[in-house]
């Protein structure tokens, strides 16, 4: 089984595939979306949850999506048609670092994607090109709540503390103009979700040939998280403008 097919499983049950909560999307999204008839942009949109949560509450709106999974684009469709949004939705098949438009977007989104781009700061660059005046970008990234271990770092990477993030990101050239701190909660219902959803699969499958290996990867993983990074990494979820236009 390749990666991206255990992770639309580990996902089934967090289709956010970053941890925040329902009530958490909404008022992000409700502080990215003020008009209600915006056009947005979900650079790696997976399987276009944001989107679609988006799309369904806000029947002005227009969307579009990028990601170099063909899978998640296809369930997206699948998803966008079944809500009636179908119409307000067009899904690109292709690396988010590449995409072009012909035109802006009053808000683009990168939840789980800056590794597309190398990085929080490179990712905003990118947001920065298809940003229309006065709009504004909505993303999430990691953060090292406390000294991390040399194993926690290795394993997520070479996050700074939330303090030196946010300083990064003004001395780039944004305001923050809200914003949302993951909760220990949150934290723990992701990885909670992620890998007993995995591991369920896999006992559910004992024929599968993948089953041991899913199993093993979901014990891995929880692992990893619950020994090596717990207590010490944070998630933190801003809006963003350009502090000038």
């Not at 048609?81 to 067009?90: Q, S």
């Not at 990477?157 to 944004?174: H, K």
Request: net charge negative.
């Amino acid at each position: 089984m390749n990666r991206e097919e255990m992770s639309r499983i580990a996902h089934t049950h967090h289709p956010i595939k970053s941890p925040l909560n329902d009530e958490s999307v909404r008022q992000l999204l409700d502080h990215g979306i003020s008009r209600g008839d915006e056009r947005v942009l979900d650079l790696g949109c997976g399987g276009g949850e944001w989107l679609l949560r988006a799309l369904s509450s806000r029947p002005d709106l227009r969307a579009e999506g990028v990601d170099i999974s063909g899978a998640a684009l296809a369930d997206a469709r699948t998803r966008a048609a079944g809500l009636g949004v179908e119409d307000r939705l067009v899904l690109h098949h292709r690396p988010a670092a590449e995409f072009v438009s012909p035109h802006a977007f009053d808000l683009v989104l990168s939840f789980g994607s800056a590794h597309a781009f190398g990085g929080l700061l490179p990712t905003l660059t990118a947001a920065r090109e298809h940003l229309a005046p006065g709009g504004r970008v909505l993303v999430g990234d990691g953060f090292w709540d406390r000294e991390p271990s040399r194993e926690a770092v290795e394993m997520l990477g070479d996050f700074a503390d939330l303090v030196t993030t946010v300083d990064r990101v003004m001395a780039d050239g944004w305001t923050p103009v809200h914003g949302h701190v993951s909760t220990r909660q949150e934290l723990d219902d992701y990885e909670w979700a992620c890998w007993g959803t995995l591991a369920d699969w896999a006992l559910d499958h004992p024929a599968h040939p993948d089953g041991p290996e899913a199993l093993a990867l979901s014990a891995t993983r929880r692992t990893e998280w619950l020994r090596g990074y717990r207590d010490t990494w944070g998630f933190v979820s801003l809006v963003l403008r350009r502090t000038s236009d």
